[in-house]
């Protein structure tokens, strides 16, 4: 870390608790939302050497325990390289189910050369919060803990316990995440707040709409290999594996995988549509929640970044590595694809498409790192627990629509979901679309509605946890 990044860290990290503990007031929670986001931010929590997950962990677990946990209600378990937190908040019924929330402490790497701010010094500007997991997830888990942290205050006795539970490698191989759902099976249900929940209208920056998330695409990495004799460059041959994996990836890359629906796609896609600035796509949005296979609609859904990972399965080449010699025929050429593959369908009819599509004989696919994933299907539409989730955004943030939605991506959830625990996606951030940098450069996120998210956990956490 660079010595400015470290001195900022340990700043933070020395008045970020203390903050935390000294007033029990909104705008103490607000402030202290702010600096233990930044003091986290500030450490970089990614996979290899040099990872401070842990240090996250600690940061967090001191925040709970001056906030009236005890010291055996905060375990800080260290995890190959990394290390997860669980915190519990005994209920009155033992015998009940806990309410979860769910997180993540690591991020992805962030290289300082390529961004305009150095990912690791967090920094506010024109009210957004820049640094690496401002997103992704640090302040949505810090926001989350210390809505927490105020209901204990404010003397709430839960009748479920509360448990929350932050996992240190949801961005690489996940297995704390697994660990975590295994030892949390017997939960009521899971409320995953790794991400904004909210949509804010990109004009106005006011609330347009909230959604809960219900399932996500299941995650595949599955490594194509072309193998050859190889020989000398200066007599080459028709078979050439740079270029038969070239070819393969090719068409890989230019193939698209059937648009499809399921209950949850069709209500995002029907809802959210009224509250999407371009025409032409709110046009394209509802014709594909009534059809499918309507294909002026998919060629404009196709055609957003945003949008085509929703309407089916999506598979690109992530990576390539071949040859061994400026001078000589390559032996091997290797090359990754990355597919998010829509809930319903196996890997291995994926694996079998996609060998249909590569049309080379001499290529090899299979699955690599099975163990990191696994297939889980969608959690069930559970009334209690929408209705409580729509009475806490409305109290907090007005009557917005309320929508369900699918994640194109991967989170903790679908441990859960795969052992049978109901978990939804349910943070109480909103950003607009155009700043969502999950992954990318300059990641940011908005930090105008701290209090009203403060206050949406209160009322959904109070509901959740007194039935």
């Not at 991967?410 to 795969?418: H, N, Q």
């Amino acid at each position: 870390m660079h010595l400015r990044t470290l001195m900022m860290a340990t700043a933070l990290v020395a008045t970020a608790t203390p903050a935390s503990a000294r007033e029990d007031g909104p705008a103490s929670a607000e402030a202290s939302v702010l600096e233990l986001a930044k003091a986290s931010i500030a450490m970089r929590s990614v996979r290899g050497p040099g990872n401070e997950t842990g240090k996250v962990a600690e940061l967090y677990a001191r925040a709970l325990r001056d906030g009236g946990w005890a010291a055996g209600e905060v375990e800080v378990i260290p995890f190959d390289d990394t290390a997860y937190l669980i915190a519990t908040w005994p209920g009155s019924d033992p015998a009940l189910g806990p309410v979860v929330i769910s997180a993540h402490m690591d991020v992805v790497e962030a290289d300082p050369a390529d961004w305009e701010r150095d990912p690791f010094t967090p920094v506010v500007e024109n009210g957004l919060l820049y640094g690496r997991g401002a997103s992704d997830t640090k302040f949505d888990a810090v926001q989350a803990m210390v809505a927490v942290i105020g209901l204990r205050r404010q003397g709430f006795r839960p009748k479920r316990s509360i448990v929350i539970a932050y996992s240190g490698d949801e961005e690489t191989t996940m297995l704390t995440s697994k660990v975590i759902a295994d030892r949390l099976k017997h939960a009521k249900l899971v409320l995953n707040v790794d991400g904004a929940s909210g949509t804010l209208d990109e004009k106005t920056g006011l609330p347009a709409y909230w959604s809960w998330q219900g399932a996500e695409k299941i995650y595949g990495d599955f490594k194509l290999e072309v193998t050859n004799p190889g020989g000398h460059s200066s007599a080459p041959r028709e078979d050439n594996a740079i270029a038969q994996l070239s070819g393969a990836l090719a068409r890989i890359g230019a193939h698209r995988f059937m648009p499809e629906l399921n209950d949850i796609t069709r209500d995002y896609f029907s809802k959210a549509a009224q509250f999407e600035s371009d025409p032409l796509l709110a046009a394209a949005m509802r014709a594909f929640a009534a059809n499918p296979a309507d294909k002026a609609a998919i060629a404009v859904l196709r055609g957003n970044p945003a949008m085509i990972g929703r309407i089916g399965t999506t598979c690109v080449p992530t990576m390539v590595e071949g040859g061994h010699a400026l001078n000589a025929l390559p032996q091997r050429a290797t090359g990754f694809v990355n597919c998010r593959i829509f809930p319903g369908h196996p890997k291995a009819s994926i694996i079998a498409e996609l060998k249909e599509v590569a049309d080379e004989p001499a290529l090899t696919i299979e699955e690599i790192n099975p163990e990191y994933v696994v297939e889980a299907p969608a959690s069930p539409y559970d009334k209690a627990f929408v209705d409580a989730a729509t009475r806490a955004v409305h109290t907090a943030f007005g009557e917005v629509p309320i929508i369900a939605s699918q994640s194109s991506g991967a989170t903790d959830s679908m441990w859960y979901r795969a052992l049978g625990v109901p978990s939804y996606g349910a943070s109480g951030t909103f950003t607009r679309d155009s700043d969502d940098y999950s992954h990318g450069l300059n990641e940011r996120v908005p930090i105008g509605n701290v209090a009203r998210s403060l206050k949406y956990y209160d009322v959904l956490l109070r509901e959740l946890a007194s039935k």
